[in-house]
């Protein structure tokens, strides 16, 4: 059994079936890619996996413990955290204080922004914050303006600010889209880094397969919100349903 077990979730839109009796396993301490081509259900499945949506039919668990009609902050507490496709940090607050922020969440998950100047004077925030900052190498942005840094300074920010709550499941949506190959190059050493450092399962979603080949152990793949096939890497290569699905390809062919 996984740390995170979907099953049979449906879900629709008026008269779009977004997924339909989709199921997953997710074993712990691994990392999982969720590719397919657009329009496959990826966003709608993540959203799932959060309780952003509740599905029509299914259930997702985690841990045992089912993650439907919980609030954001209690998906939080639960261990799971998420990375969502545009980076989610502060513009106009430096690296380091946007590093500061889930070091002081109150337990109900909520934040007393104005609360920032006087915790600079909270050492074991600082100390934490500037801690994570070594481990994601930004300690020498600790000054800068956020706003100023690249898509991939920015991208790595925020997976130090979700690793500062210690999740057990971090989810990624797309977590290089919009970057130059550079900074995706980097994105790559730091997932495994992270994953090579830590006891932390990680659950991507993402469109490129650089990216998909280079961290994950298994791979499901979706299209028209179905998994066609769950495998490893190896064996998703040149497979005849996902090559039918992304290049429409007949199986048969």
């Known amino acids: 059994m996984g ?6 979730v449906g879900k ?3 008269g779009l079936q977004a997924l339909g009796d989709v199921n997953l396993s997710i074993a712990e301490n691994t ?12 966003s709608t499945l993540l959203n799932c996996l ?16 089912s993650v439907l009609g919980r609030k954001p902050f209690e998906i939080n507490q639960m261990g799971i955290s998420r990375v969502f496709q545009t980076p989610e940090i502060f513009g106009d607050l430096t690296v380091l204080e946007n590093m500061m922020i889930p070091c002081f969440a109150k337990r109900d998950g909520s934040f007393e922004m ?5 915790v600079m004077g909270q050492k ?3 100390e934490r914050a500037e801690q994570m900052l070594e481990e994601m190498n930004m300690a020498d942005k600790r000054g800068m303006n956020s706003a100023s840094m690249s898509r991939g300074d920015k991208r790595r920010l925020e997976i130090g600010m979700c690793l500062s709550q210690e999740p057990r499941l971090l989810l990624l949506d797309e977590p290089t889209a919009g970057m130059a190959r550079a900074d995706t190059n980097n994105t790559i050493d730091l997932l495994k880094q992270i994953k090579e450092e830590r006891d932390i399962t990680i659950a991507i979603i993402e469109h490129d397969m650089h990216v998909v080949f280079s961290l994950s152990e298994r791979i499901t793949v979706l299209a028209q919100g179905t998994p066609l096939v769950e495998d490893t890497p190896d064996n998703i290569k040149g497979h005849p349903k996902v090559r039918e699905a992304y290049l429409g390809e007949s199986a048969d062919q």
């Open 3 to 8: 740390i995170l077990e979907v099953k049979n």
């Open 12 to 14: 629709r839109f008026g």
């Open 31 to 42: 990392v999982h890619a969720i590719i397919g081509p657009n329009g496959a259900g990826k």
């Open 50 to 65: 959060v309780g952003k949506l509740i599905p029509d039919t299914g259930s997702v668990m985690f841990d045992g413990q």
């Open 114 to 118: 104005n609360a920032i100047g006087s």
């Open 124 to 126: 074991d925030i600082i």
